[in-house]
């Protein structure tokens, strides 16, 4: 075989081995890895902390605060959504009021323009809107409703997994020193500790990403939506910074309905500012996250897109992690690998 074939066939091999890995045993895995991840990150934190106390049981507490600090902001942040959604709820009234009015200005502008008839095209209008609801009503939220019970697994899934992770974050700091000992001395485990770490490189690099993009894309917002004289424009603007950290919704989904709103208001200008905005956000995002990520992890910037795209495709919406995962573990496997191979000829 020659050097090229071999090459490819190294390649090959890795391929399928981390698709079967992300497919079939990362669910399996995942929450033992991120514990032993976690349980690392504390273990190098109370290293830096100059008490007289185990290294286990202060990791422990500091998680424990951690755990609490989260549910905390969790819960602030939940009771936030909740407030604005009930304060839209209670506007709904004024805002098809505004909209009837906005459709009946339109109508009465084609009429004086074109001489269609404005009543009789309001009328079409409405009588489609409300035949919308009524399907709305009779098929869309009865579906809802009947996957209520799938939504309610798909949750206590990830309460198990979280708690499944932090126990194993507590069993694994027990003895973290030592099974970190006994892999690095065992000549099976070099490999995957040297790939492990470039993934953890990784993982640091795209976190780092994830919070300055966060950051930019809050920022723009707040100072955007407050200088048009929107109310809450500024804290409406950064909970928007935290909505883009979702794939493919991301500000969309609070910067078009509030450009609804302000289009129903009469408010144009600030309407096509804030669609603008959405523009500027999501070049932001497409711009920065390759780069900051692709530049780090040697990776070219189009391959960390490609692999988004692949990973979203094969894998669903955890494929946004999984495909750029699976990309670094590919390419520093195969280097590994490919390495081993030169240095035993």
Same mark, same amino acid.
């Given at each position: 075989m020659s050097g090229n074939q071999r090459k490819y066939l190294i390649l090959i091999l890795v391929i399928v081995g981390v698709y079967v890995f992300m497919k079939f045993l990362s669910p399996i895995l995942s929450p033992f890895i991120l514990a032993f991840l976690f349980a690392g990150l504390l273990s190098k934190l109370t290293g830096k902390i100059p008490l007289k106390i185990k290294k286990s049981v202060l990791a422990g507490f500091i998680l424990i605060i951690g755990i609490i600090f989260f549910v905390i902001a969790v819960w602030l942040l939940g009771g936030v959504l909740i407030q604005k959604c009930s304060e839209l709820a209670g506007q709904l009234t004024v805002y098809e009021e505004e909209l009837c009015g906005l459709l009946g200005n339109c109508c009465k502008r084609l009429e004086t323009s074109f001489g269609i008839d404005g009543a $009789?095209? +309001?009328n079409y209008v409405l009588e489609q809107v409300n035949i919308f609801v009524e399907n709305m009503e009779v098929k869309i939220? !009865? $579906?809802?409703m009947n996957k209520s019970m799938s939504y309610f697994k798909n949750v206590? &899934? %990830? %309460? &198990?997994?979280? $708690?499944v992770c932090i126990i194993a974050v507590f069993l694994i700091l027990k003895d973290y020193? #030592?099974?970190?000992?006994h892999m690095k001395e065992n000549e099976d485990f070099k490999g995957i500790l040297e790939v492990a770490g470039k993934v953890c490189l990784y993982l640091k690099t795209y976190v780092r990403a994830q919070l300055t993009i966060l950051f930019i894309i809050s920022s723009i917002c707040a100072v955007t939506l407050g200088v048009l004289g929107i109310k809450g424009g500024i804290i409406y603007g950064v909970f928007t910074g935290f909505m883009d950290m979702l794939p493919f919704i991301g500000t969309g989904i609070m910067l078009m309905p509030l450009a609804f709103l302000q289009l129903l208001s +009469?408010?144009?200008l600030r309407a096509a500012a804030v669609v603008c905005l959405y523009g500027v956000c999501a070049l932001i995002r497409e711009f920065? +996250? !390759? #780069?900051?990520i692709g530049d780090k992890v040697g990776i070219w910037p189009v391959g960390i897109l490609f692999s988004v795209f692949a990973g979203m495709k094969l894998f669903g919406i955890f494929g946004i992690i999984k495909g750029p995962l699976g990309l670094v573990l590919i390419f520093e496997t195969y280097k590994y690998l490919f390495r081993e191979g030169k240095e035993a000829c």
């Open positions: $009789a095209m +309001e939220l !009865p $579906a809802v206590a &899934g %990830i %309460i &198990g997994f979280l $708690a020193d #030592k099974i970190l000992t +009469e408010h144009y920065l +996250e !390759p #780069k900051l």
